[in-house]
């Protein structure tokens, strides 16, 4: 379709009437005003609406000429501008190209130019033998053909199939057409478009005629359908109907994820039904690295819970501590006490509940690494500040983490003051600003062993005389930030802030607290809080002026310059209020903890029980006991309440929940006390009882050749469906155990699936072992599809393949894989020459180098093979030669390979 015209998308749905194809052509004459159509004319409601339209023209005499017959090119100028109309545009080499061959592209006649290059393309024209025949007569059934055609390329369907499921009317002439014509004119019958019973389709069409056919044509009714429905999120659609149209649909109900949903919905007054699908990418791991010897970087694509972080990460073969999780929630971080040294060691990351919605998790990440650490650490920087001419305090930043032997700054040795991960403090020595120093760290050693004998830097002095400043501001009614831009000196800063500092409009003190160092500011950040709960008393807003003493220093012991400054407090009389709640459950889908949040930090409080603090009822109107064994706590500062079951519990459906005043204070001066308030815990409905999953570690692969399975709970075995011994319930690396044989315990509990001989073909430490669709013994519950890397062994016998005569001592054997032997050759071999079982023995091998699956054997005596017809070599015994992998086995028996 290398000439279809490109299509403007349409954005209003709407009916195809003739108002609606109006285009830019001012028509000569209305056709209220044509002379010879009267207003009694049958056609000319029909003319007057095309004429508007712009579809087709009168003459500049004020005439019509309804009754003149109706040529080839006039037809292709209507049904051009009509499909142009509706969005189709004007062929851009309408004026080089020509469509037919008596239609030239420089013809006078341009608007039939390109009308005639716009019909072709879209199909409604085809000519005949490449000609258009413009200036002949059309025909009835020529016309029904056309508009047939051009309403297809309008609307997508044809008015034959419009017309399907209408009951036929009579056209008694019918035989008389072409038989291509026939469908088309019983259309127009059935529609409506043609309402006489004798179609005449030999018979040419009158203007008036055309005008009543096309316009009628324009008004068919064509069904909408939905072309397209697409998700855009969980409860919008971005739907494009049968005309092109489309329209933004917002539905009442949140889509699933990732899961086709039959929905409904109405546009323009109409219900319209969808499949759709809302694809979101499931949140993953988006790598797993090791980055300095015994640190582990765990990477996702979104942020994960931070309740939900413990015991997920494992690296086989290495021992990880507690995780801790980035701030954007993107990163987890954990560290190995010993240097992680691994070869083909499974790394497997348990799905995560994700921050966005604690019921979506990431996926299972399984994969292989290989590390080991055989970087010697080095300095990575050298830093040394003063506020005067010299130092005596140097810190060296290392690559990663090592212990240092010994420690020097321009050749003097210096005393390793702290050591803090990377990070050394050297003191003792002293060093001046303004010149070059060198700092020398000795049998540097990380935690794999690496050492550099001597790692070595020079560096600078930085001269910092700069006083710090501060900045003051309310941080509650009864507490002031103090914020510094420099690291002070902590003893010094709440030496100076204590109490007595803070002024009251008078400069009478107020009692305060001594300032406090707010954690990870980098001891930049205090808070001084006022303990007179009289401040108040008399106004709600009150300023008071802070004295900041000249004692103070920052880190290096620049003076901060002595000042006052203002500040305003306001008077916090606004009670707490809850603003949500959130619903953490475990993977049974039983509740864990239930967390009701607040606008504003409140004081801490511990042993809440819930059954005293909240009434709870049921959807049946009835007091439920159901979350009254919760017990609540709240953390200093905290926006949030914390109850928690001691053993989860399946709770499901709504629970409105009222909770009693005073269920939690803010930290005001004059604490306010929440009122009495109401929530509804939706914890919709539980997972259901029909799914049961396996431990992990369900997999044992204690010997070669045999899995044992364990069930938590007694399943199926035998011939039935959802057996635990159907081979088709378990795969290995994806590949169907084919061969292997399966037993069930006692107890129904274990599986034991003995591998055929040859399964696996080479030793692998992370196979992914998959079993799913066994029932249990009941038949209600099914194993939720369970995965775990197993550690196989190769189990298939090396196999001769061939032998090759080297010389009349020599013969090389090859096998399908890589081989060992040991011990003699002469029990293991038989040669045969021309039948017979020869007295020489193969008594000698050694593989051959580069062929790891090649034996090059030497025999007992020489044997001159030129004299002989056939030579043959005979596996008898396979104690000798075994292959490479940890189960070292031995050679397939009774193998006999020719070798002449």
Same mark, same amino acid.
């Given at each position: 379709?290398?000439?279809?015209?490109?299509?403007?998308?349409?954005?209003?749905?709407?009916?195809?009437?003739?108002?609606?194809?109006?285009?830019?052509?001012?028509?000569?004459?209305? @056709?209220? *005003? #044509?002379?010879?159509? $009267? &207003?009694?004319?049958?056609? %000319?409601?029909?003319?007057?609406?095309? /004429? +508007? =339209?712009?579809?087709?023209?009168?003459?500049?005499?004020?005439?019509?000429?309804?009754?003149?017959?109706?040529?080839?090119?006039?037809?292709?100028?209507?049904?051009?501008?009509?499909?142009? @109309?509706? *969005? #189709?545009?004007?062929? $851009? &080499?309408?004026?080089?190209? %020509?469509?037919?061959?008596?239609?030239? /592209? +420089? =013809?006078?006649?341009?608007?039939?130019?390109?009308?005639?290059?716009?019909?072709?393309?879209?199909?409604?024209?085809?000519?005949?033998?490449?000609?258009?025949?413009?200036?002949?007569?059309?025909?009835?059934?020529?016309?029904?053909?056309?508009?047939?055609?051009?309403?297809?390329?309008?609307?997508?369907?044809?008015?034959?199939?419009?017309?399907?499921?209408?009951?036929?009317?009579?056209?008694?002439?019918?035989?008389?057409?072409?038989?291509?014509?026939?469908?088309?004119?019983?259309?127009?019958?059935?529609?409506?478009?043609?309402?006489?019973?004798?179609?005449?389709?030999?018979?040419?069409?009158?203007?008036?005629?055309?005008?009543?056919?096309?316009?009628?044509?324009?008004?068919?009714?064509?069904?909408?359908?939905?072309?397209?429905?697409?998700?855009?999120?969980?409860?919008?659609?971005?739907?494009?109907?049968?005309?092109?149209?489309?329209?933004?649909?917002?539905?009442?109900?949140?889509?699933?994820?990732?899961?086709?949903?039959?929905?409904?919905?109405?546009?323009?007054?109409?219900?319209?039904?969808?499949?759709?699908?809302?694809?979101?990418?499931?949140?993953?791991?988006?790598?797993?690295?090791?980055?300095?010897?015994?640190?582990?970087?765990?990477?996702?694509?979104?942020?994960?819970?931070?309740?939900?972080?413990?015991?997920?990460?494992?690296?086989?073969?290495?021992?990880?501590?507690?995780?801790?999780?980035?701030?954007?929630?993107?990163?987890?971080?954990?560290?190995?006490?010993?240097?992680?040294?691994?070869?083909?060691?499974?790394?497997?990351?348990?799905?995560?509940?994700?921050?966005?919605?604690?019921?979506?998790?990431?996926?299972?990440?399984?994969?292989?690494?290989?590390?080991?650490?055989?970087?010697?650490?080095?300095?990575?920087?050298?830093?040394?500040?003063?506020?005067?001419?010299?130092?005596?305090?140097?810190?060296?930043?290392?690559?990663?983490?090592?212990?240092?032997?010994?420690?020097?700054?321009?050749?003097?040795?210096?005393?390793?003051?702290?050591?803090?991960?990377?990070?050394?403090?050297?003191?003792?020595?002293?060093?001046?600003?303004?010149?070059?120093?060198?700092?020398?760290?000795?049998?540097?050693?990380?935690?794999?062993?690496?050492?550099?004998?001597?790692?070595?830097?020079?560096?600078?002095?930085?001269?910092?005389?700069?006083?710090?400043?501060?900045?003051?501001?309310?941080?509650?009614?009864?507490?002031?930030?103090?914020?510094?831009?420099?690291?002070?000196?902590?003893?010094?800063?709440?030496?100076?802030?204590?109490?007595?500092?803070?002024?009251?409009?008078?400069?009478?003190?107020?009692?305060?607290?001594?300032?406090?160092?707010?954690?990870?500011?980098?001891?930049?950040?205090?808070?001084?809080?006022?303990?007179?709960?009289?401040?108040?008393?008399?106004?709600?807003?009150?300023?008071?002026?802070?004295?900041?003493?000249?004692?103070?220093?920052?880190?290096?012991?620049?003076?901060?310059?002595?000042?006052?400054?203002?500040?305003?407090?306001?008077?916090?009389?606004?009670?707490?209020?809850?603003?949500?709640?959130?619903?953490?459950?475990?993977?049974?889908?039983?509740?864990?903890?239930?967390?009701?949040?607040?606008?504003?930090?409140?004081?801490?409080?511990?042993?809440?029980?819930?059954?005293?603090?909240?009434?709870?009822?049921?959807?049946?109107?009835?007091?439920?006991?159901?979350?009254?064994?919760?017990?609540?706590?709240?953390?200093?500062?905290?926006?949030?309440?914390?109850?928690?079951?001691?053993?989860?519990?399946?709770?499901?459906?709504?629970?409105?929940?009222?909770?009693?005043?005073?269920?939690?204070?803010?930290?005001?001066?004059?604490?306010?006390?929440?009122?009495?308030?109401?929530?509804?815990?939706?914890?919709?409905?539980?997972?259901?009882?029909?799914?049961?999953?396996?431990?992990?570690?369900?997999?044992?692969?204690?010997?070669?050749?045999?899995?044992?399975?364990?069930?938590?709970?007694?399943?199926?075995?035998?011939?039935?469906?959802?057996?635990?011994?159907?081979?088709?319930?378990?795969?290995?690396?994806?590949?169907?155990?084919?061969?292997?044989?399966?037993?069930?315990?006692?107890?129904?509990?274990?599986?034991?699936?003995?591998?055929?001989?040859?399964?696996?073909?080479?030793?692998?430490?992370?196979?992914?072992?998959?079993?799913?669709?066994?029932?249990?013994?009941?038949?209600?519950?099914?194993?939720?599809?369970?995965?775990?890397?197993?550690?196989?062994?190769?189990?298939?016998?090396?196999?001769?393949?061939?032998?090759?005569?080297?010389?009349?001592?020599?013969?090389?054997?090859?096998?399908?894989?890589?081989?060992?032997?040991?011990?003699?050759?002469?029990?293991?071999?038989?040669?045969?020459?021309?039948?017979?079982?020869?007295?020489?023995?193969?008594?000698?091998?050694?593989?051959?180098?580069?062929?790891?699956?090649?034996?090059?054997?030497?025999?007992?005596?020489?044997?001159?093979?030129?004299?002989?017809?056939?030579?043959?070599?005979?596996?008898?015994?396979?104690?000798?030669?075994?292959?490479?992998?940890?189960?070292?086995?031995?050679?397939?028996?009774?193998?006999?390979?020719?070798?002449?």
């Amino acid at each position: 379709m290398a000439n279809q015209p490109k299509k403007y998308t349409k954005f209003v749905a709407a009916a195809a009437t003739a108002t609606l194809v109006a285009s830019a052509i001012v028509p000569v004459a209305s @056709a209220a *005003g #044509f002379s010879d159509v $009267a &207003d009694t004319n049958s056609h %000319a409601v029909n003319i007057n609406a095309l /004429v +508007d =339209a712009g579809i087709i023209q009168g003459y500049p005499d004020g005439t019509f000429k309804p009754n003149q017959e109706l040529t080839r090119g006039q037809v292709v100028k209507m049904l051009g501008k009509w499909v142009e @109309a509706q *969005g #189709f545009e004007i062929p $851009a &080499d309408y004026a080089t190209k %020509a469509r037919f061959n008596d239609v030239a /592209v +420089d =013809a006078k006649d341009q608007e039939l130019v390109k009308y005639a290059a716009l019909v072709a393309d879209t199909g409604v024209f085809n000519g005949s033998n490449g000609a258009l025949n413009a200036s002949g007569k059309i025909t009835r059934e020529n016309m029904a053909l056309v508009l047939d055609r051009a309403f297809k390329a309008i609307n997508d369907t044809t008015l034959v199939e419009l017309a399907t499921e209408i009951e036929d009317v009579k056209v008694a002439d019918l035989a008389t057409a072409k038989a291509e014509a026939r469908e088309a004119i019983q259309a127009l019958r059935d529609l409506g478009i043609t309402v006489v019973e004798n179609f005449n389709p030999k018979n040419t069409v009158t203007r008036g005629q055309f005008a009543s056919f096309l316009n009628k044509t324009i008004n068919t009714a064509v069904e909408l359908t939905v072309k397209e429905a697409v998700a855009v999120d969980a409860k919008t659609l971005n739907v494009t109907l049968s005309d092109d149209s489309t329209h933004v649909v917002a539905l009442e109900k949140a889509l699933e994820a990732n899961e086709a949903t039959k929905v409904t919905f109405t546009i323009d007054g109409k219900e319209y039904t969808a499949t759709v699908t809302f694809k979101v990418e499931a949140p993953k791991v988006m790598s797993v690295n090791i980055v300095d010897g015994v640190t582990v970087e765990v990477k996702f694509s979104e942020a994960v819970l931070k309740s939900d972080i413990n015991n997920k990460v494992s690296i086989q073969g290495t021992t990880l501590d507690t995780a801790t999780l980035s701030e954007d929630g993107k990163t987890l971080t954990l560290n190995s006490a010993t240097a992680i040294n691994v070869k083909d060691a499974a790394v497997v990351v348990e799905p995560i509940r994700t921050a966005k919605d604690r019921l979506v998790k990431t996926a299972k990440y399984v994969s292989v690494v290989t590390y080991k650490d055989e970087v010697a650490p080095t300095i990575a920087s050298v830093k040394a500040t003063t506020k005067g001419k010299a130092t005596d305090t140097v810190v060296v930043t290392l690559t990663e983490a090592a212990t240092v032997n010994t420690a020097k700054i321009n050749g003097q040795e210096a005393t390793i003051s702290k050591v803090e991960g990377k990070t050394i403090t050297l003191t003792g020595v002293t060093v001046e600003a303004g010149k070059s120093h060198t700092v020398e760290l000795f049998n540097v050693v990380d935690t794999a062993g690496n050492k550099s004998v001597k790692a070595s830097k020079a560096f600078e002095v930085s001269v910092d005389t700069v006083a710090p400043t501060a900045t003051i501001e309310a941080a509650g009614d009864n507490t002031i930030l103090v914020t510094f831009d420099k690291s002070m000196n902590v003893d010094s800063v709440k030496a100076a802030l204590v109490n007595g500092i803070v002024k009251d409009e008078l400069l009478g003190a107020v009692t305060s607290d001594t300032a406090t160092v707010v954690e990870k500011s980098d001891n930049k950040q205090f808070l001084v809080e006022l303990k007179d709960n009289t401040i108040f008393a008399n106004k709600d807003s009150r300023t008071f002026t802070v004295v900041l003493g000249g004692t103070m220093t920052d880190a290096l012991g620049n003076k901060f310059a002595a000042t006052t400054k203002s500040v305003t407090l306001t008077k916090d009389a606004v009670k707490p209020v809850a603003t949500g709640y959130d619903i953490i459950v475990d993977e049974a889908g039983k509740v864990e903890e239930i967390v009701v949040e607040f606008n504003e930090a409140l004081a801490a409080k511990t042993g809440i029980n819930f059954g005293d603090i909240a009434t709870v009822v049921n959807a049946e109107g009835k007091v439920d006991s159901t979350l009254n064994t919760l017990t609540g706590s709240v953390e200093k500062g905290s926006k949030k309440v914390s109850f928690k079951f001691a053993t989860p519990v399946l709770v499901e459906g709504k629970l409105a929940v009222t909770f009693n005043k005073e269920l939690v204070t803010d930290l005001a001066l004059a604490a306010n006390k929440s009122d009495a308030f109401n929530m509804t815990f939706d914890f919709g409905t539980a997972k259901t009882s029909t799914e049961f999953e396996m431990a992990a570690g369900a997999f044992d692969t204690t010997t070669a050749d045999t899995i044992k399975v364990t069930f938590p709970e007694a399943v199926k075995g035998g011939a039935v469906a959802g057996s635990a011994t159907d081979l088709a319930n378990y795969t290995l690396d994806g590949k169907a155990l084919t061969g292997a044989t399966i037993t069930i315990s006692a107890d129904n509990k274990v599986a034991t699936i003995k591998l055929a001989e040859g399964t696996i073909t080479a030793d692998n430490k992370t196979a992914v072992m998959k079993v799913s669709n066994v029932q249990n013994l009941a038949g209600t519950k099914t194993v939720k599809a369970y995965e775990q890397t197993i550690a196989v062994q190769d189990t298939k016998a090396p196999e001769l393949t061939s032998a090759v005569i080297v010389d009349n001592e020599t013969i090389e054997l090859t096998y399908n894989e890589a081989v060992q032997f040991g011990g003699t050759f002469a029990s293991d071999f038989s040669l045969i020459v021309d039948g017979q079982v020869s007295t020489v023995a193969l008594s000698n091998a050694a593989v051959v180098a580069g062929k790891e699956n090649t034996l090059r054997v030497t025999l007992s005596a020489p044997i001159n093979f030129s004299l002989v017809d056939t030579v043959a070599v005979k596996v008898i015994d396979n104690a000798s030669v075994t292959d490479k992998g940890e189960r070292k086995n031995a050679q397939k028996l009774n193998i006999e390979v020719k070798a002449k």
